[in-house]
């Protein structure tokens, strides 16, 4: 008996239920289940059955991979990515935007030039909002030139939360006294970020595994906490996708945790903590 019969005896869980379930959503999602995470497998998709009024994993299996279960096939797949996401997140990556970047790209936006920043992965707009406000700080009129903030994500879910850019006053202090105070509106329950900010992004529903409609270039990517759900391969893979929408000197932002790999390590050069510049070629 596995720890989730154990521990959650509601539905029978087994290791083959687990294992046809991370398998259909690492073939959409990219995403890599481990057995470690059968416990938690089970407590995201617990809730799914309970609304479909389901008995058991069985037919919960079966209706995902019916032709007219494809709907719920998207809602197990968004139910088991992780959201986990706050402003100014690995606030080094900020500073190197501030100090290093927005300098030469405030000077060519002035100029009437193009300026896109793209956020992979941008969960419910945390990400993108930091780095809206960051460019606001240096350019406070920038709706009115053309710079733009992609945000794109999978989770169909997160990306309405990213959209509304209305979030609990918990949050508010994670972002820097002085933008708060420029750029966000605090009302009794919740705090709403500046139309200023919220006019510069995009959001667009996004799967890094299928093809992407944009064709770039950006002066930035940020792409953290996202890789670290794939496999290696795809993760080489997505890496290389990400360098060629890159002109030389641009940034690539990565997560902590993450670790860049394949043939990009040959166009990327460290440039600061997980942050990397395209060069021309392999700079070692
Ligand atoms: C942990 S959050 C990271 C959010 C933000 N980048 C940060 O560092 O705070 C990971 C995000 O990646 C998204 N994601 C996972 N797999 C994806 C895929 N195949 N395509 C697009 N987004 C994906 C998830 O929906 C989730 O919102």
Redo the contacts with the bound molecule.
């Keep these: 008996m596995s720890a989730a019969e154990t521990t959650n005896p509601e539905f029978r869980f087994t290791q083959t239920h687990f294992r046809q379930i991370a398998s259909t959503v690492e073939k959409i999602?990219?995403?890599n289940f481990p057995d470690s995470k059968q416990t938690l497998v089970y407590s995201r998709l617990v809730r799914r059955l309970r609304a479909l009024n389901l008995q058991n994993f069985d037919d919960y299996i079966k209706l995902v991979n019916s032709a007219n279960g494809q709907n719920e096939l998207h809602q197990m797949a968004?139910a088991l990515?992780?959201?986990?996401?706050?402003f100014f997140?690995?606030d080094h990556h900020f500073t190197h935007l501030k100090n290093k970047i927005l300098a030469s790209l405030v000077a060519r936006a002035k100029e009437g030039g193009r300026v896109r920043i793209w956020?992979?992965?941008?969960?419910s707009g945390?990400?993108p909002y930091s780095i809206a406000l960051q460019i606001l700080q240096a350019l406070p009129d920038a709706r009115a030139h053309n710079v733009r903030i992609l945000a794109?994500?999978?989770?169909t879910k997160?990306l309405s939360i990213a959209k509304r850019g209305c979030y609990p006053l918990e949050e508010l202090s994670g972002i820097p006294a002085d933008m708060r105070n420029a750029w966000t509106e605090k009302h009794s329950e919740h705090f709403e970020i500046d139309d200023a900010a919220k006019n510069m992004i995009e959001y667009r529903p996004?799967?890094?595994?299928e093809s992407w409609p944009m064709k770039g270039p950006f002066d930035a990517i940020?792409?953290?906490?996202?890789m670290i759900?794939f496999t290696q391969d795809i993760q080489a893979k997505l890496w290389s996708r990400m360098v060629a929408l890159l002109p030389t000197n641009a940034v690539l932002y990565i997560?902590h945790s993450e670790r860049i790999s394949g043939d990009a390590t040959k166009l990327l050069a460290l440039d600061g903590i997980t942050t990397y510049r395209k060069v021309e070629r392999a700079s070692a």
């Design positions: 999602t990219g995403n968004e990515t992780t959201n986990v996401t706050k997140r690995e956020s992979a992965g941008c969960s945390q990400e794109t994500d999978f989770n997160v996004l799967n890094l595994m940020f792409c953290r906490n996202v759900y997560g």
